[in-house]
């Protein structure tokens, strides 16, 4: 029988540590995991062990002489010089013992993610180790090694022929799947992000659009620094429903950073727990409209990973599963085990508390910078 | 940095027997605004967007005279031109445009024409200077306007092994006392630089808080 979704997950996907004190760190898919299962919303049979991508299949994305450095940085054979041109045995994407492995392990549980959907054995899939969206075809970059979402992308274009919408939701541009999927016009690259100006990776103007052939199918929302609720959502929801009228996929491929949040250390957006509720309500609505339902989400960023990461993540499943938005408080057995060992004090409500932040004084101006943007960017759309 | 690493070689040209007609379908085919005319590889004339526009008949006329687009371009072309060499400074070229209000320069050497430089040429120029074209973190710091500052601020990045990919020292407001560094760094996460950066005592402008404003 065919289930309504399915969960990619197993241990091994904690093995992707760069060190104690880096800000990527994986544990944030065990918080959330927990705390699904304190709502009784996984049933044993809804969790798939993800595959391992074979040399083959990150070859479809990847130089064969980058996956020779990342095995050999993976025992430590190479110097911190090579490393670095590589991208990696940076501060920002430092050598580990097995880094290899555990990158493999990560994309092939997004392939894992798309068997489920494709082959029919689910309706939609969930991989929240993925979302790697900095990796680029030769060199490491942001924290990401191996790009699955390219990867990913690339044997949904060779196994089953699909036109894929890729989604990207994370605080960051999703440089790195937009790049390699630039000339190509069957695949449709969607980013909303913090603008460039200041934020990494600096890309992401609403100016890229593809190149050649693929000219018309690179699509950039950068809002900027301070952007609340409500522009984030009123981009995501015109931008998102215009682009896939216009690009018509079989497939959605939704990367799910949660870095936009207010509490976030890395970026400066103002979102809080509500635009995580709302965009996966979306991607589902999209996906069902134009992809008779096929929908995998994956995850990405999300640098808070006791106040805002499991509660935002938990939201996909949630939505996939079609079981209502929940409120009030958080399972007390997830509060109790989690708390002594996080350094800030849970938020202890699925929502935000009103009154997160102090007024930002130029909302006015955001709002209409961001609206502006909007219109820029979906132009190509609109004058045809 | 010179003219001759960022003109475009790969010059589209017409001679100046060519009409209107030929101009307007290659401006429109090839997305140029700006065509030189040549004979003998030599550089005659220029023709651009504008001269095309002001001798072709309105669009909205109501008598039509196709006879205008069969103007051949010795008629319309500019012949009192600009030129840079290919080995001239890019600022010396900047200036040029800047001064005289030009869209494009044409690149003369050994009489003959080797390249042009464009308005759009110049601007992705400043684009890779500032390094916003690699993945990076931009900082602004304001600094005291005095010798070695520029030492000191180093000295926080090479602490934390990081590539700077660009910098640019800006004056800040109207404060001659202070100046504006404006650096990208090959940096996903500068939360550790920042720190550092404060903690020598170093005014970090961005990342802020959006009550200090922008």
Redesign the interface.
């Known amino acids: 029988m065919k289930k309504t979704a399915s969960f990619i997950f197993s241990p091994e996907q904690l093995n992707y540590e760069f060190s104690d004190t880096h ?1 990527f760190n994986q544990k944030r898919i065990m918080l959330t995991m927990d705390l699904l299962n304190e709502i009784h919303s996984i049933d044993p049979d809804e969790i798939v062990v993800p595959r391992t991508a074979t040399d083959e299949e990150l070859l479809l994305a990847h130089d064969e002489k980058y996956i020779e450095i990342v095995k050999k940085a993976s025992t430590g054979v190479i110097s911190e010089s090579i490393g ?1 041109i590589y991208g990696i045995g ?3 994407t430092p050598f580990f013992t097995g880094m290899h492995d555990a990158s493999a392990l990560l994309v092939g549980g997004t392939l894992s993610a798309i068997e489920e959907v494709m082959e029919g054995r689910s309706r939609y899939a969930l991989n929240l180790g993925g979302g790697l969206h ?1 990796g680029f075809q030769g060199k490491a ?3 990401c090694i191996y790009n699955d979402s390219s990867v990913a992308i690339k044997y949904l274009q060779q196994k089953y022929g699909a036109r894929v919408l890729y989604v990207d939701t994370d605080a ?1 541009h999703g ?1 790195g799947v937009q790049w390699t999927f630039y000339d190509d016009p069957d695949v449709c690259t969607f980013s909303i992000h913090e603008t ?8 992401g103007n609403v100016t890229e659009r593809g190149n050649g052939k693929g000219y018309g199918t690179s699509f950039n929302f950068p809002v900027d ?2 952007t609340e609720d409500e522009s984030f959502l009123h981009i995501y929801r015109n931008a998102l429903r215009e682009v896939a009228e216009y690009f018509k996929p079989d497939v959605i491929l939704t990367q799910n950073g949660a870095d936009a949040h207010y509490l976030d ?2 970026t ?1 957006l ?1 979102s809080t727990m509500k635009i995580y509720e709302e965009i996966p309500k979306l991607a589902k609505e999209i996906a069902e409209e134009f992809c008779d339902g096929r929908w995998i989400a994956i995850g990405g960023g999300g640098y808070d990973i006791w106040r805002v990461v499991p509660r935002a993540w938990s939201h996909l499943w949630l939505t996939m599963k079609s079981i209502p938005t929940p409120t009030g408080r958080l399972p007390e057995a997830w509060l109790k085990k989690w708390q002594p060992e996080s350094p800030v004090s849970l938020i202890e409500t699925w929502q935000d508390p009103p009154n997160l932040y ?1 007024p ?3 909302k006015k101006d955001i709002e209409e910078k961001n609206e502006q943007m909007l219109s820029r960017a979906l132009h190509v759309i609109r004058k045809g | 940095m010179l003219v001759q690493d960022i003109m475009k070689s790969d010059v589209i040209t017409l001679n100046s027997t060519h009409t209107i007609a030929d101009a307007v379908q290659l401006m429109k085919q090839k997305k140029i605004r700006h065509i030189p005319i040549i004979e003998n590889e030599r550089l005659i004339g220029l023709v651009t967007d504008r001269d095309v526009k002001e001798a072709s008949p309105s669009s909205i006329s109501e008598t039509l005279e196709p006879s205008l687009y069969e103007t051949t371009l010795d008629k319309i072309m500019k012949t009192d031109l600009l030129i840079g060499h290919p080995r001239d400074f890019v600022e010396e070229a900047a200036l040029l445009f800047y001064t005289y209000e030009i869209g494009c320069l044409p690149i003369v050497s050994n009489y003959q024409l080797v390249g042009i430089l464009t308005k759009t040429d110049l601007l992705y120029n400043y684009i890779e200077l500032t ?10 710091i304001r600094v005291p306007n005095r010798a070695g500052i520029l030492y000191e601020v180093s000295k926080v990045f090479n602490k ?4 700077v990919l660009s910098v640019l020292v800006h004056p800040y407001l109207d404060d001659e006392d202070s100046k504006v560094l404006a650096v ?1 760094i ?7 630089i920042i720190a550092d950066l404060k903690a020598e005592g170093f005014d970090v402008l ?2 802020s808080e ?2 200090m ?2």
């Open positions: 800000p670095s940076t501060e920002d900095h970059s942001g924290f960051h440089d460039g100006r200041y934020l990494f990776p600096g890309t620094a301070f250390p890395l400066h103002y102090e930002v004084p130029r | 390094g916003a074209n690699q993945p990076s973190s931009h900082i602004q934390h092994n990081t590539n990208r090959k940096r996903m996460n500068p939360l550790s961005w990342p959006p009550e404003g922008l």
